[in-house]
């Protein structure tokens, strides 16, 4: 028998057009005639399955059959095409095999369509979605909540219904398991997955904390200047990888982490090279990164009713969640990781005054750099000096120790360049010479101090 099954192998060879096939899989043969080689084609499939024969055969016929872990499974007449593996070498593939490859998946016609339109679209109206693909109007919303239900896509409260994909890992692990058709499927769609941008809103509501975690991934890469993070140790482990880029580009990592009485840190958390300053929080809270003062995400961890998450594009709310961040998450902790504590660099001018006005009233001079931004031109700017004045509501009170919430006004410094003065204030500038991203402070001489007074007497 096995001879019988040579000699068909060898007329198929000498058949050849060039295509192959090669590394002992074969996801599809087709036999010369469905009616009568219907089972030769099985028996011929077996037989090279067996031995692992590399070989090369011209599409004849209109019969298929598909193998799936070591199945062979019949999938009717009619078919003139073949679909085949060639050493796991993905190629690119056109919408109408990926559509049917999403079939073979158990999605719907309409679902898949639908699938496919918002992959390339991004996150976007669900009725753009139906104006776009094939599925009527009508349906669109049955066909996309659908969609929801199988896990391939989420929708978005907003003021209308959007939609986005979801990340395709989970839902592309049953294609991955039905071939290597299915295989270059998933491939495909995840290609679709990275091209679009994530948000298209302002302000954007989703269904999965997740989501958030996710969002916050993709934002760290773009990070400029500084990057505040609460959240459990897991999840500082998953941005980790963009943390340390971020760090490498020179952006201010500040972190606060969630532990209970006694936690210890997993042995694979490293905050070396990721992290500027880790502070730990020992009461839950939810997860938050604000990012150079214009993009946010949040979502709860503990005490909420609802899965959910928030992502911000503005720069008037992330605001809001930084002073909850400064305030809640971060001023009142200790610290426990310091990366480099000879270096004091300042993302906040709260910050600033709290700690050093004791020294400037006192007659030291404050040397600083100053990153910013020129209020007048927009530009990106660099100011030295030393700290000529400091102003903030309230500052003709008895001196006392300030706390961040005596500074929730305004505030600014005056800087002596040398040559000329300049007013800088924090986040949200508007009447200063420049609004700062950063204050290094470089130095501090002794100046015009009580101590300088009494070694004169």
Not at 224 to 233: I, L, M, N, R
Not at 317 to 333: D, G, K, Q
Not at 346 to 375: A, C, N, Q, S
Request: negative net charge; proline residues 4%; glycine residues 8%.
């Amino acid at each position: 028998m096995k001879n019988k099954f040579a000699d068909i192998t060898n007329a198929c060879l000498k058949a050849s057009n060039g295509v192959s096939v090669r590394g002992g899989r074969i996801d599809s043969l087709l036999g010369r005639n469905a009616k009568s080689c219907r089972r030769l084609s099985y028996h011929i499939l077996e037989y090279i399955w067996d031995r692992g024969a590399h070989f090369h055969y011209k599409i004849m016929s209109v019969k298929i059959v598909l193998v799936e872990r070591n199945r062979l499974l019949e999938k009717g007449s009619g078919i003139s095409e073949v679909f085949m593996v060639n050493d796991g070498v993905s190629a690119s593939m056109d919408r109408e095999t990926l559509t049917k490859a999403l079939e073979y998946a158990d999605l719907a016609s309409y679902q898949a369509d639908a699938y496919l339109t918002l992959l390339e679209m991004g996150v976007s109206p669900a009725i753009e979605v139906g104006r776009e693909s094939a599925v009527p109007v009508s349906q669109v919303y049955d066909v996309l909540r659908s969609l929801e239900s199988k896990g391939y896509v989420e929708t978005i409260e907003r003021e209308k219904l959007y939609v986005q994909p979801c990340d395709p890992e989970a839902a592309m692990a049953d294609l991955e398991t039905r071939g290597e058709l299915l295989h270059e499927a998933a491939e495909a769609v995840r290609e679709r997955y990275r091209t679009p941008e994530r948000m298209d809103a302002r302000v954007g509501v989703t269904k999965r904390v997740k989501t958030a975690v996710e969002n916050a991934q993709e934002l760290i890469d773009d990070a400029e200047t500084v990057v505040e993070v609460a959240g459990s140790f897991e999840q500082l482990q998953s941005l980790s990888p963009a943390l340390r880029a971020a760090r490498e580009r020179g952006v201010v990592v500040r972190a606060s982490v969630y532990i209970d009485q006694g936690e210890e840190p997993p042995a694979a958390f490293d905050p070396s090279g990721v992290l500027s300053e880790l502070r730990v929080c020992t009461i839950p809270g939810p997860f938050l990164v604000v990012i150079d003062r214009n993009r946010t995400c949040f979502g709860p961890n503990t005490r909420s009713d609802e899965d959910y998450g928030v992502l911000v594009y503005d720069r008037i709310l992330p605001f809001v969640f930084h002073w909850f961040f400064l305030t809640c998450l971060w001023n009142p902790y200790r610290v426990v990781y310091l990366d480099d504590e000879d270096q004091f660099t300042y993302v906040t001018i709260e910050e600033f005054i709290r700690d050093l006005l004791p020294l400037w009233e006192r007659g030291f001079e404050l040397g600083v750099t100053v990153e910013g931004v020129d209020i007048a031109e927009g530009d990106e700017t660099t100011v030295e000096g030393s700290v000529a004045d400091i102003s903030f509501y309230g500052d003709e009170r008895p001196p006392s120790r300030l706390a961040l919430s005596d500074l929730g006004a305004y505030k600014n410094l005056t800087l002596d360049t040398g040559d000329e003065t300049a007013v800088v204030g924090g986040w949200g500038a508007v009447f200063e010479d420049m609004e700062i991203r950063t204050i290094t402070l470089e130095r501090i001489d002794i100046g015009e101090t009580p101590l300088t007074h009494e070694r004169r007497d």
